[in-house]
């Protein structure tokens, strides 16, 4: 089972940027996606941005054009630069690793990293 450790959140004004990483205790590649999801107290955790292992990506309609995910295969590391952030983004941010195997769906998750979005 991996292991996935996100770091990089923080406290930050709005229009700043940070960027978030989750470090995997294994080889990334062998899963069919490493996504980031949000979870802002009172609400469902959301999709904000996934990458399958054949380097296809997919967003949120909410930071397209903010947002960029990307990896380092080789430190087995998934990466999530924001830019342009917005209070809205106030949220738990969660690195997912998810593996499609027979049909079945496993998800594994970071504990989170916290980003904070205030003046």
């Known amino acids: 089972q991996v292991q996935l450790v996100e770091s990089g959140g923080g406290l930050v004004q709005p229009g700043g940027s940070l960027r978030l990483s989750c470090a995997a205790s294994r080889s990334i590649f062998s899963y069919n996606a490493m996504g980031w999801y949000r979870q802002a107290p009172g609400k469902q955790r959301e999709l904000v941005a996934s990458?399958?292992?054949?380097?296809?990506?997919n967003y949120a309609d909410s930071v397209k054009g903010r947002v960029t995910i990307s990896r380092d295969n080789a430190k087995n590391t998934v990466f999530l630069q924001m830019d342009s952030l917005k209070s809205e983004d106030t949220a738990v941010y969660f690195c997912?690793?998810?593996?499609?195997?027979?049909?079945?769906?496993?998800?594994?998750w970071g504990q989170g990293t916290q980003v904070t979005v205030s003046s």
């Open positions: 997912n690793a998810r593996r499609v195997w027979l049909g079945e769906t496993y998800d594994y």
């Open positions: 990458m399958g292992s054949g380097g296809s990506t």
